[in-house]
């Protein structure tokens, strides 16, 4: 081969060489390079550290895939942004192989992965109430310097709070007409709820209050979209992941910007009405409403917010638990009053009669010692009577049972403000996850309603349908397995499901709804307004929700008879865990000792104790103590210590907010007035026992020697 040939050929080798070479790009530390198919550089995009971990890139769809913290894009060629998806966290895998786009995403130790596909994620997203996910977004705008806020902007459009920037920088440039534009730009882009939110209230601090409105309008479109909804509780915590619009609220009502506040509260009152504290603040509201003379819109939002009770424990609202742990925690403070004064009144009248006994033993104290077993036979319930030891029996049995009942409350409260149940949805992994650690598995119907609703809002059908065969189905059930057949397109039977739910329950809103009924209540019409062409779910509330969460309160009883150190030791006291222990200890040995006394003959020499002054003293003072022999002293002497027991409250001895925490100046008198005639009535009752006690004095001495 002659040297030109060869050259010839050489060259030709390596312009197919070039020619096989394909466009790709390329991340090196925190920025992304394209490069064309000659190998040059055509475009380059930075990330600063401020947004999060990077992963990639992904060739795929002709698209070139970066996952950026919690975000998924995807640039042509031409570096033009053509999508991006949100997650519920950073992004942690990024598989291209097979040819669909594998993603994975997790929240602190839960991992979840998706399939995108046609540039969709397939399958449902649910935000867990992270403020470092909902609020990427803002943080990612954040982070660009003034100088290279114009190109951020053109090249991440889908970010409005870039967008926001420049109508903020418009404003300073004194180019109204630009920071309209540019806020209306903001709104436009499509981001999940939070961001919407979060987008709001930075347009009200701006001055744009109607594209406020508009992207709280579109927050909650997509609130609905994901599968939020009404029916379920969201905490504060919550809220502030989710854009604060109640911090938001409150901030507007401290700035007296009554016009704007109105949005905000309405807001939350169409996609989460039952906020935590919602009461308050709806009360709170309605005051203001008053003081503008405006009483009729204030009933009705005080109306609005009595009728979200319905479905609570007993139907006392959101803090019903808490409501119940204060009555508990009064009962038994007055049940322990009682006991202490019995006690006492006890040891009042027989400390003389002990005394002569003890004296042949060697003392009150030595006795012990020297004679334990004939010492402990002259404890001093031995001198009582059976009805004053029964008695004594009935309020430490109270006193242990109305503690289970507060280790109960504060049990299932605790567990009921899980974050996995306040989020405003169930279902994605993280919730799974957080049932878990409730340990929410099993047979219960409540338990399956639970997993029963996730499974439909994750459109996993013959998960829920599976779910709800394993139990006797309740009305909420009925109406969701009806919600199924309509899905499977079978009318008749969804109608038919209806109908027995609304049979079973007839106060069954969702029910009601899906038959065309058009009830009234809040979350049948956020459900007429977002959602009008799906049927409506039956969510758990706060019965069912206790339900599954515990057994009831007598399963406390029961564990307070089977272990009781343990079940009393639970008690939320706040004390020091010796003194725990040991006031514990005390009840326990003090119960035993009662319990076997019962039974146990009284001394003869009791009939000889006298009534001492200070016995005279304590009947005066603790009404109803010295006659426990009669039914009329337990029932003055309990009615004393309750009273006393809630005076205490009301003055800030111990916390009972839930409680007595809205209780006006005329509770105080109250229960001074019936404290008042609780002593009238102890008063004619001691006169009444001194008289019979003198005449049996008188009787005694007539009698011969």
Wanted: hydrophobic letters at 45%; charged letters at 20%.
């Amino acid at each position: 081969m002659k040297a030109p040939d060869f050259i010839k050929t050489l060259l030709a080798l390596a312009c197919a060489l070039i020619g096989t070479a394909h466009a790709e790009a390329q991340l090196e530390g925190r920025t992304l390079r394209f490069q064309d198919d000659a190998g040059r550089i055509t475009w380059t995009r930075s990330y600063p550290a401020a947004v999060g971990p990077l992963l990639g890139p992904v060739a795929q769809d002709n698209l070139s895939w970066l996952a950026v913290g919690p975000a998924l894009y995807a640039y042509d060629d031409d570096g033009e942004q053509r999508v991006r998806l949100d997650f519920p966290g950073d992004i942690s895998a990024l598989d291209g192989e097979g040819g669909t786009l594998q993603v994975t995403s997790g929240f602190g130790s839960v991992r979840q992965t998706f399939t995108v596909n046609g540039a969709q994620i397939q399958g449902r997203v649910v935000l867990p109430p992270d403020p470092e996910v909902t609020g990427w977004l803002r943080r990612a705008a954040a982070a660009v310097p003034q100088a290279q806020l114009r190109a951020a902007a053109s090249a991440d459009p889908a970010n409005p709070f870039l967008q926001l920037r420049l109508a903020r920088l418009a404003q300073l440039q004194g180019d109204r007409y630009g920071a309209i534009a540019a806020a209306q730009q903001a709104v436009t882009a499509q981001v999940p709820f939070a961001a919407s939110v979060q987008l709001a209230a930075d347009l009200d601090d701006a001055g744009f209050p109607s594209a406020a409105d508009l992207s709280l309008d579109k927050a909650a479109r997509e609130w609905a979209a994901r599968g939020y909804d009404p029916a379920l509780p969201v905490s504060r915590d919550a809220l502030r992941a989710y854009g604060n619009p109640l911090g938001e609220l409150n901030i507007l009502l401290a700035q007296n910007k009554l016009r704007r506040a109105d949005a905000w509260i309405r807001y939350l009152r169409e996609v989460s009405p039952r906020f935590q504290d919602y009461p308050e603040v709806y009360a709170r509201y309605a005051t203001i409403l008053d003081a503008q003379d405006r009483s009729g819109e204030a009933d009705e939002w005080r109306q609005f917010s009595r009728d979200l009770s319905a479905g609570t424990l007993y139907n006392l609202g959101p803090g019903a638990l808490l409501i119940l742990r204060d009555a508990f925690r009064v009962l038994a403070a007055a049940l322990l009053m009682a006991v202490l004064a019995a006690l006492l009144t006890f040891e009042a009248h027989y400390w003389t009669v002990q005394g002569r006994d003890l004296a042949l033993l060697g003392g009150r104290w030595r006795s012990w010692l020297l004679h334990p077993l004939s010492r402990a036979r002259r404890i001093t319930l031995a001198y009582a009577g059976f009805g004053e030891k029964l008695v004594l029996v009935s309020l430490l049995l109270g006193l242990l049972f109305t503690l289970s009942g507060w280790v109960w409350t504060s049990r299932v409260d605790e567990r009921l403000h899980d974050p996995a149940l306040n989020a405003g949805t169930y279902g994605g992994a993280w919730f799974y996850d957080g049932l878990d650690r409730l340990e929410l598995s099993g047979e219960a119907r409540d338990i399956a309603l639970i997993r029963g609703v996730a499974a439909q809002l994750d459109a996993s059908a013959s998960l829920a349908r599976q779910t709800y065969s394993r139990v006797p189905p309740s009305a909420c059930i009925l109406n969701n397995l009806g919600v199924l057949a309509a899905g499977a397109e079978d009318t008749a039977q969804a109608r038919d499901s209806y109908r027995q739910a609304l049979a079973l329950d007839p106060g069954q809103t969702s029910a009601a709804y899906n038959l065309g009924l058009n009830p009234q209540d809040p979350d049948s019409v956020f459900q007429a307004r977002f959602r009008p062409k799906q049927p409506r779910l039956c969510y758990p509330d706060q019965q069912t929700l206790i339900q599954a969460l515990d057994l009831a309160p007598g399963s406390s009883a029961l564990g307070l008879l089977r272990d009781p150190w343990n079940s009393l030791n639970r008690l939320p006291t706040g004390l020091p865990r010796i003194l725990q222990g040991l006031w514990v200890a005390a009840l326990l040995v003090l119960g035993t000792a009662c319990l076997l006394w019962l039974l146990v003959p009284r001394l003869p020499q009791a009939i000889h104790a006298g009534r001492s002054a200070a016995y005279r003293l304590l009947a005066l003072l603790l009404p109803g103590a010295a006659l426990l022999e009669g039914a009329w002293g337990s029932v003055l002497l309990l009615g004393w210590a309750m009273t006393i027991s809630a005076l205490l409250g009301l003055s800030g001895w111990w916390r009972l907010d839930a409680l007595l925490g809205a209780a006006g100046p005329g509770l105080r008198t109250l229960l001074l007035g019936i404290l008042a005639f609780i002593y009238v009535l102890n008063i004619v009752a001691f006169v009444l026992a001194e008289v019979r006690a003198a005449r049996q004095g008188q009787r005694a001495a007539r009698q011969p020697g």
